[in-house]
């Protein structure tokens, strides 16, 4: 059955002669100061007694919250993530006598202000039992340096479809197409990157005099955006 005037035409794939197609790539590559590090903290106990291990556990819970909060502003965000307490068995012997009880508590603190990060990282790891891992830097979600990534990413794309136009002797005409890449798949591309100190865990020493701040130096992050566009452009006289 032929088509008629009125059934709609299947969109070309192509540019025509009249209206030729550019399809080009655009990405753009940033590297920005962090704006928040983020730490682990692990409270952990053990005793003979499940009560007793309970305790203690809740004993320097509280410690280590009082002091993450005792920073103020500097923190934006403090929450307990997993808690546990289990059972050791006797690794000999019948039936299931008990050695001890472990308990562990999880915590993440989210800092913005990297001047206390590295005197509350120490004073944490000088905490009984207290481990503590991190930081991980990172950007926001809202953070401005994507927006200006995307845009410094279409603007690459213009720069580029508008350099193939030149060498052909002709101009852009219209855009056709905008897209994010991975807005038509499941591709995954690189998001901003942060890296980890080594975790440190340390039993409190009472004789010990305070422990110096460890200095930490913020890891800048990479952002990264790409775009496909299309363009039309003018007949080129080839």
Request: proline share 6%; glycine share 6%.
């Amino acid at each position: 059955m032929a088509p008629t005037a009125e059934d709609p035409q299947p969109a070309l794939p192509y540019g025509t002669p009249d209206s030729p197609r550019i399809a080009v790539r655009g990405e753009a590559h940033l590297e920005v100061d962090p704006e928040i590090a983020r730490i682990g903290i692990t409270v952990s106990a053990r005793g003979t007694d499940r009560q007793a291990a309970l305790t203690d556990l809740t004993r320097r819970n509280t410690t280590a919250l009082d002091l993450v909060k005792t920073y103020g502003d500097a923190v934006e965000h403090v929450e307990t993530g997993a808690f546990s307490i289990s059972p050791e068995l006797t690794k000999h012997g019948r039936g299931e006598r008990i050695r001890a009880y472990h308990g562990r508590v999880h915590i993440t603190a989210e800092l913005t202000d990297f001047t206390a990060l590295g005197e509350l990282t120490t004073r944490l790891a000088d905490l009984d039992l207290t481990r503590v891992d991190g930081p991980w830097w990172a950007l926001r979600p809202t953070s401005p340096s994507h927006r200006q990534a995307r845009q410094q990413a279409v603007r690459e794309a213009v720069q580029r479809a508008r350099e193939y136009a030149e060498a052909l002797g002709t101009t852009l005409a219209a855009l056709v197409e905008l897209a994010d890449i991975g807005a038509e798949n499941t591709q995954q591309y690189p998001q901003a990157t942060g890296r980890a100190m080594r975790s440190m865990s340390y039993a409190q020493d009472a004789a010990a005099d305070e422990v110096a701040a460890l200095d930490l130096e913020p890891q800048r992050q990479h952002v990264y955006a790409q775009v496909n566009a299309r363009f039309t452009m003018a007949p080129p006289q080839l």
